[in-house]
């Protein structure tokens, strides 16, 4: 019986039961649940001209932390679209070690105050590098519940006003989360193209023959008319491209005017489209200008850039049409006719449409342009650019958002109307008052419906096909990155997702691990100093069963 304690102790200091006691319970606590996964979207990257956009950097593995809480660069910060303000988002991606910003369910329902903000923020994210993975992530209700939880406890320790010992407290038994990105660091795709596609809308040669003062078609001056596709915005995402819409209700509407008057047209038309636009410069119109069979320009009466003819937020209800121009029009020049003619065709039609005219320089220091007519004007062709836009500045310019769309489809018919007639009018030299688009030529939704999906150049030939459809000598080229000095470069990007597991935050690791030493510290002593407990309970078990015996027989003899 005295080697039982021993033995006891002896199982003990075997190891199997010591190594479950400490770390059974260890694991319950610290074992984190199961993750959560969300669909997410990488920030654009790109650089123009030397200089970088977006972050090179595409994996996380951080403590999520709200925009109110993180400190260090081993936080992720999780937040909405709505909340991040511009200095936010600058101290971001400044020190913190990542980004996940989940967007609104519904633009349309937002303010207008909220929706300036957003477009505002889109073209701050885009006007610098960040050094730290930005991702975007759609609305999903599972992940506002985690930007709740995590934003409720920093609010409430901070509202509350709670002592130290209440704030430790509330910081251990808080639920953290660890918020998971995979994926290599994003590589420079080497064939990066910008694709740009260009076709003519000539005369009828039959029309030209009965008329005496007729020349050849191909000596008629050209009017150019120019859009670019927006292929993305803050992420790989394609917004509303108006441009492209108005520009291909024009080919198709200036086609079949000119299949069908009787009249002979006093000008060539030639359409272009590139990719890009504003975020590259207007690389598209760069090369397209750089190419040797553009000797049509050499008898060019003046270029005609469509640039957010349509914005797709905005909380004004009426519209209005701005000509930016490099230089004010002289009177008696064909920018300054054609200008009149666009103010006569809103004001005939009864659209309230404001049309006026904004002068900019250019400014040669800088190497980013302002507008794309910029890039012809350089060359001294007669140029302007059509915008709904007042300035160069606005964020309107690079937002992915829209808002209504039936104001958008509403104020793309207009527009297509006001810019078709004047146009129109202009070529064949017909009085302002007149109504052309009437009847079989009227302009109707069906007309420009399909080219709002358009999301590229190549994208399912839907504009080549619309070229090839309606104009002549229609050809498709590519600008491509030079290997050596590029003036744009993409980068390949992957699908990854993001995972968020729920845990416990730093501060309960230490909590948890004081807790560990008091408890290692109890099972070593009861280890240690086991026989000895042992002895002290046997003896005063037995001293208490000696005691109840005595008792028991001094009562036996009372009784006898």
């Not at 980013?368 to 309107?396: D, G, Q, V």
Request: glycine share 4%; hydrophobic share 40%.
């Amino acid at each position: 019986m005295l080697n039982e304690p021993d033995t006891f102790s002896d199982m003990f200091r075997s190891g199997i039961p010591y190594i479950l006691l400490i770390a059974l319970p260890a694991l319950i606590c610290c074992s984190p649940v199961m993750a959560s996964e969300f669909e997410v979207m990488s920030m654009s990257k790109f650089d123009v001209n030397g200089q970088h956009f977006g972050s090179r950097v595409s994996s996380i593995s951080l403590e999520a932390r709200s925009l109110y809480s993180w400190n260090t660069s081993r936080h992720c910060v999780l937040t909405r679209l709505i909340n991040l303000s511009v200095n936010d988002f600058d101290k971001i991606r400044q020190g913190a070690g990542g980004l996940i910003v989940m967007l609104p369910p519904n633009i349309l329902e937002l303010d207008v105050e909220v929706k300036e903000h957003i477009t505002i923020l889109e073209q701050e994210m885009l006007a610098h590098t960040g050094t730290v993975p930005i991702y975007f992530a759609p609305f999903n209700i599972n992940l506002e519940k985690i930007i709740d939880d995590i934003t409720h406890t920093t609010l409430k320790a901070f509202s509350q006003n709670q002592t130290s010992v209440a704030q430790l407290i509330t910081s251990v038994s808080a639920n953290g989360y660890h918020a998971t990105v995979g994926g290599a660091s994003n590589v420079a795709n080497k064939n990066s193209k910008i694709p740009i596609i260009y076709g003519e809308l000539a005369p009828n040669q039959l029309l030209l023959k009965p008329n005496e003062n007729a020349v050849d078609g191909q000596k008629l001056p050209v009017i150019l008319i120019t859009a670019t596709l927006k292929t993305f915005g803050v992420f790989n995402e394609y917004p509303v491209n108006s441009d492209v819409t108005v520009l291909l209700a024009l080919v198709e509407l200036l086609s079949k005017l000119h299949s069908t008057t009787k009249m002979a047209p006093n000008y060539r038309l030639l359409f272009l489209i590139s990719d890009t636009g504003l975020l590259l410069n207007f690389q598209g119109s760069k090369k397209w200008l750089e190419i040797d069979d553009n000797s049509a320009l050499q008898n060019v009466e003046f270029v005609l850039c469509l640039d957010t003819i349509i914005e797709s937020i905005s909380s004004n209800p009426d519209m209005a049409i701005y000509m930016h121009v490099s230089k004010p029009p002289k009177e008696k020049t064909s920018i300054s006719h054609f200008f009149k003619l666009l103010k006569s065709s809103a004001e005939k039609f009864s659209y309230n449409i404001t049309v006026e005219g904004v002068h900019k320089k250019i400014n040669l220091a800088d190497t980013k342009l302002a507008w794309e007519h910029e890039r012809f004007s350089i060359k001294r062709y007669p140029s302007f650019t059509l915008s709904s836009l007042k300035s160069h500045r606005s964020p309107s310019r690079t937002t992915i958002f829209k808002d209504d769309e039936t104001r958008i489809l509403e104020h793309t018919l207009k527009a297509s109307r006001i810019i078709a007639e004047a146009l129109a009018s202009f070529i064949y030299k017909m009085e302002p008052t007149s109504s052309i688009f009437d009847g079989q030529f009227a302009i109707k939704e069906e007309n420009i419906l399909p080219y709002f999906g358009i999301k590229s150049v190549l994208h399912n030939n839907d504009v080549k096909d619309a070229f090839e459809k309606y104009l002549n000598n229609v050809k498709v080229i590519y600008d491509k990155a030079d290997s050596r000095d590029p003036d744009f470069m993409f980068y390949n990007e992957n699908d990854v997702k993001l995972n968020v597991y729920r845990v416990k935050p730093a501060i309960f690791d230490i909590f948890l691990t004081i807790l560990i030493g008091f408890y290692l510290l109890i099972v070593f002593l009861g280890i240690q100093y086991f026989p000895l407990f042992y002895n002290i309970v046997s003896k005063l078990t037995r001293d208490e069963t000696s005691q109840q015996t005595n008792g028991h027989y001094t009562e036996r003899l009372k009784y006898k």
